[in-house]
């Protein structure tokens, strides 16, 4: 029996996986696409905005058994073991309904080991890794939002000739590319040419001749592109170099994520707030919703350094807990000032 292809989409944080998972499944075309979604932290939000979408849910908004397979403890390369292999197992137990699977990673993973898994004979006797497809935030790579405070760490780099390491954001980085069947600019609707040659030059320096570079907007590519790549990265993955080969005991403690809780907030001063915390600390990601009074709607907010979208995404459901809910990702966080530094959000 065929092996059923299985699509690694990685890529730093806020680069946009999401939204190229929601442009495959909007345009699956009958395909039978099983989903994995992982987040860094307690709260998994990338699966709420994957429900929020409608995708794989009844008509009660209810996510079906089997349609969304949410990880949300801790970067899927840390757990492939407790986590991964189960699912992957519970996937091969109904193959004869599933054409393809989707795999997102967190924004802080390493793919190389999730690929590596597929070399594991349980899995590697159904599926096949068709492509690792890495997603680049086109303006955050051209401003070094990659780095752990991308101004500051990126001139004193550049400043002290002593310092002969990158930063483990920048090998995060790299590392997302090496591992890299199809390389993904995008939101290149927001720089202009001068950014999009320096960032293509920069991801080009770290990548084969072979790996293909396409831009996008919005994830908004033809699925032939991303999918049916055949690449079988499991049988090459070892020969791909990365700055955690020889890291046995690799583990994410430079970043902690902490989850905030709080009831209906007052739009504008949430986002004074989360400004100046921000400001405060080194905030690498924070993403969530919030209820605002009067609107039947939720929030949903994602921020990547210091610049935060926010829109209303769906209406709240009947039965629903409201309130906000906030995931903090970042380094050295001081908990106990986050949640004093939005004390007087509330509304």
């Known amino acids: ?5 299985a699509t690694i989409v990685t890529g730093f944080l806020g680069s946009g996986k999401t939204t190229l998972l929601r442009h495959i499944l909007d345009n699956a075309d009958g395909r039978r696409i099983a989903v994995i979604v992982n987040e860094f932290g307690e ?3 990338d699966g709420e905005i994957l429900k929020g979408c409608g995708i794989g849910c009844d008509e009660d908004g209810q996510v079906q058994e089997g349609a969304l397979y949410e990880l949300a403890n801790g970067c899927m390369c840390c757990t492939v073991q407790e986590e991964f292999f189960p699912v992957m197992q519970q996937l091969a137990a109904r193959r004869d309904r599933i054409d393809a ?3 997102e ?3 802080l993973a390493l793919p190389k080991p999730l690929v590596q898994a597929f070399q594991w004979p349980e899995i590697a006797n159904v599926f096949t890794v068709d492509a690792v497809v890495t997603v680049v935030d086109t303006p955050a790579a051209d401003a070094g939002q990659f780095a752990a405070n991308p101004a500051a760490v990126d001139e004193q780099r550049r400043a002290d000739a002593n310092l002969d390491h990158e930063s483990p954001l920048h090998e ?3 590392d997302q590319l090496s591992a890299a069947d199809l390389v993904v600019l995008n939101k290149t609707d927001l720089v202009d040419a001068a950014a999009l040659a320096r960032v293509t030059a920069l991801v080009r320096e770290e990548l084969p001749p072979a790996v293909k570079i396409v831009q996008s907007t919005q994830g908004q590519l033809p699925l032939d592109v991303l999918l049916g790549l055949a690449k079988a990265a499991e049988t090459t993955i070892d020969q791909r170099v990365s700055h955690h080969d020889h890291d046995e005991d690799h583990d994410h403690d430079a970043f902690d994520a902490h989850v905030v ?3 209906a907030v007052d739009r504008e001063r949430l986002l004074a707030a989360l400004a100046r915390l921000v400001e405060q600390q080194t905030i690498l990601r924070v993403k969530g919703f919030a209820e605002i009074p009067g609107k039947p709607m939720r ?3 994602q921020g990547v350094g210091r610049r935060l979208d926010h829109h209303f995404d769906r209406a709240w459901r009947e039965g629903e807990r409201r309130g906000t ?3 903090f990702i970042g380094q050295d966080l001081d908990e106990a000032a986050l949640r004093a530094g939005l004390a007087g959000v509330q509304a």
């Open 261 to 263: 809780e709080l009831p």
């Open 325 to 327: 809910r906030l995931v």
């Open 101 to 103: 699977v989707l795999i």
């Open 105 to 107: 990673t967190s924004g």
């Open 43 to 45: 709260l998994g939000i």
């Open 299 to 301: 929030w949903l907010l």
């Open 1 to 5: 029996m065929q092996k059923i292809p």
């Open 172 to 174: 995060l980085f790299e």
